[in-house]
T-cell receptor
């Protein structure tokens, strides 16, 4: 299995809703990442988990809450989002936290906040 | 602030021509460099990685690295309409004494291959 699986592929949520994005990989990768990508912009790093521990938080607002239940799963919990949070949310994994061999990206979740 | 710079384009080439994409980076100690292809509305796909100075070829793609000039490029030979996409240059930045890396992306170059 050489894939990173993200669910759902599309999500529309209201500003008072609570929802979660899920990411799963079975490649034995030990680092996992959340990126946010707005249209015509490069991906922006949000969070990094190394060996299931949060190692980087790029000053992301608290309405985004990451969770890594085990080495294969990564969640992003969403609460009280704003319309400007609408974007493509990308999960990625790498073999080791030093990221020497690059990332494998999931297909992304297209989030729309209404 | 670590930066990765790319010409945003659009770069337009005729079918069968060579497309040349360029990237510069600011972090002198970076050791790993990547090119990702991203079709509109899709996630980035890794197409090339390069770690040493010089050229690395894979099919129609050639990556070139010059660490002294802090410059990475991607050549696409015999360009096809299916190559039309945004190409993202990414540089691995190490933190915490080298124990943790993450990729910093350039803004991407939009390539259009005309039939």
């Amino acid at each position: 299995d050489t894939e990173v699986t993200q669910t759902p592929k599309h999500l529309v949520m209201g500003m008072t809703n609570k929802k979660s994005l899920k990411c799963e990989q079975h490649m034995g990768h030990r680092a996992m990442y959340w990126y946010k990508q707005k249209a015509k912009k490069p991906p922006e790093l949000m969070f990094v988990y190394s060996y299931e521990k949060l190692s980087i938080n790029e000053s992301v607002p608290s309405r985004f809450s990451p969770e890594c239940p085990n080495s294969s799963l990564l969640n992003l919990h969403l609460h009280a989002l704003q319309p400007e949070d609408s974007a493509l949310y990308l999960c990625a994994s790498s073999q080791d936290p030093r990221t020497v061999s690059g990332y494998t990206f999931g297909s992304g979740t297209r989030l729309t906040v209404v | 602030q670590k930066e990765v710079e790319q010409n945003s384009g659009p770069l337009s080439v005729p079918e069968g021509a060579i497309a040349s994409l360029n990237c510069t980076y600011s972090d002198r100690v970076s050791q790993s460099f990547f090119w990702y292809r991203q079709y509109s509305g899709k996630s980035p796909e890794l197409i090339m990685s390069i770690y040493s100075n010089g050229d690395k070829e894979d099919g129609r793609f050639t990556a070139q690295l010059n660490k002294a000039s802090q410059y990475v490029s991607l050549l696409i030979r015999d360009s096809q309409p299916s190559d039309s996409a945004t190409y993202l240059c990414a540089v691995n930045i190490l933190a915490y004494g080298g124990s943790q890396g993450n990729l910093i992306f350039g803004k991407g170059t939009k390539l259009s291959v005309k039939p």
